[in-house]
């Protein structure tokens, strides 16, 4: 499912020269980290399409897998997971239940003598704006590559929405440019933890959007343990409003969404991004005027924060 935002067709502010971000979306992660993320990502294979997993526990020969529930969603298909060392473990989708409500996750177990390892959970709730993220998983196979092949890519986090919860749980949207197959695969931080998984890509891979999202770790903790997170208090914050803008676009709620962002505006009128997905809405309701001030603002803004941003329009 891939879920990441409507790029414009025709240049606003095109005399502007914007320069390259500290940190380039859609590349490969850093040798450490793809390294990390390799070693904790299992291949979910039934044949017909992939999805990737994360190795999160071990008891035993028992080994726990945390990935996105809709990998499942055809349980008249047989399930494999296949570990970095390529062994090949079969799953009972029977027993596969989401862990919660609303929440795009479910954990599945396999049995082996053979050691992998773990991944190490991180605190999504620390997770900021702009902190460097990384997604594994498998891309899918292709005419030219008959068989699913593990990637990671590079970005930066646009919102962890921490106050409401995003349909799915997808609380947490970011600009790696993953691909179709990788949903259930790790989201990790700069130290090799890992603070979410990723989900929103599959169905929606022919969109052209700039963002994905994951579910935050702390929600899966939340859930496993039965520990609620308290509401810290203040009203919802920009990353919340960004996050429901965000949902709300992706099911077509476009009035709904020009709401959200502009109050994630009122509350950062700096957030280049919202004011990007607050024009993208307009636009897809035919408001050109609106659209092309809000890609204005988005243009002077990124061009302000040194961040390479091509703005065009519907």
């Known amino acids: ?28 992660c850093s040798k450490e980290i793809d390294t990390i993320a390799e070693k904790i990502t299992v291949l979910i294979d039934n044949g017909k399409y992939n999805g990737s997993g994360t190795l999160i526990k071990k008891d035993g020969n028992t080994y726990s897998v945390l990935t996105a529930f809709h990998n499942f969603r055809d349980q008249n298909l047989r399930y494999t997971i296949v570990t970095p060392d390529g062994q090949r473990y079969p799953i009972n989708v029977q027993n596969i239940k989401p ?29 900021k704006r702009r902190d460097n993220v990384y997604v594994g998983g498998f891309r899918p196979q292709t005419g030219s590559i008959p068989i699913p092949l593990y990637d990671c890519f590079n970005g930066e986090v646009s919102a962890n929405a921490k106050q409401v919860t995003v349909d799915g749980g997808y609380n947490l949207v970011y600009t790696n440019q993953t691909v179709r197959g990788m949903s259930g695969g790790p989201v990790l931080n700069q130290q090799g933890e890992v603070i979410g998984i990723h989900g929103r890509g599959d169905e929606y891979e022919n969109r052209n959007h700039n963002r994905y999202a994951g579910v935050p770790i702390n929600t899966f903790i ?11 208090g203040g009203g919802l ?30 509350i950062n009128p700096n957030d280049a991004d919202a004011y990007l997905g607050r024009g993208n809405a307009r636009s897809d309701l035919g408001d050109k005027q609106g659209a092309i001030a809000d890609y204005n603002q988005a243009a002077k803004l990124y061009q302000q924060q040194g961040k390479m941003k091509i703005i065009k329009m519907l």
């Open 1 to 28: 499912m891939h879920y990441k935002y409507t790029i414009p067709t025709l240049f606003i502010l095109s005399s502007l020269t914007l320069t390259p971000p500290a940190t380039a979306q859609g590349l490969s």
């Open 237 to 266: 914050t920009a990353d919340d409003y960004f996050a429901l803008g965000f949902d709300k676009r992706e099911k077509g709620d476009n009035r709904g969404a020009i709401v959200a962002y502009s109050e994630a505006i009122k």
């Open 99 to 127: 862990l919660g409500t609303a929440v795009d996750l479910t954990v599945v177990q396999f049995s082996s003598n053979r050691s992998y390892q773990i991944a190490k959970l991180g605190n999504s709730d620390v997770v």
């Open 222 to 232: 939340r859930l496993s343990t039965g520990v609620t997170a308290k509401p810290r």
